[in-house]
């Protein structure tokens, strides 16, 4: 014999059905909130940072494929020297810092150096990616 009266438990099922549909629209909002906080956030420092280490690691894989020849090479290199451009514009909060700009001066004359006299095969390739590395691991140890 069922001892629960029947209404009891239609109300356990709707208490349940509502909770779980409070539960969807909290989720809801959560990712709606957090969508709108992160569309005000500025991406282009994120942005700038994630086109040069593209574009470095063309040029890893490009030795890698042992496609070392100027024309490969220079699409990447130049792209670099460009966004070497927008360093201190993505981080305005590190503009006017001295050891920044040392660092983003000396990126973009390795660059210039690299595009006034480009890499002819692989091992001039490497050594100017190695050079470049050196150039952001040394920003990356001061301002990371």
């Known amino acids: 014999m069922n001892t629960q009266p029947s209404g009891s438990r239609s109300h356990a099922s709707r208490y349940l059905f509502l909770f779980l549909i409070g539960l969807v629209v909290g989720v809801v909002a959560t990712v709606m909130a957090m969508r709108a906080i992160d569309a005000r956030r500025d991406h282009f420092h994120g942005s700038v940072?994630?086109?040069?280490?593209w574009h470095l690691n063309q040029l890893k894989k490009k030795v890698e494929q042992n496609r070392c020849a100027a024309t490969d090479v220079l699409p990447n290199l130049k792209a670099l020297r460009t966004m070497a451009d927008d360093l201190e514009p993505a981080f305005p909060d590190l503009a006017d810092d001295?050891?920044?700009a040392e660092h983003?001066?000396?990126?973009?004359?390795r660059l210039d150096a690299a595009l006034a006299s480009?890499?002819?095969n692989c091992a001039g390739v490497?050594?100017?990616?190695?050079?470049?590395?050196e150039s952001c691991k040394g920003c990356h140890q001061d301002f990371r």
């Open 118 to 120: 480009p890499p002819l």
């Open 98 to 100: 001295q050891r920044f």
């Open 104 to 109: 983003a001066s000396r990126m973009r004359a």
């Open 49 to 53: 940072m994630h086109v040069q280490g």
């Open 126 to 133: 490497s050594t100017t990616v190695a050079d470049l590395d």
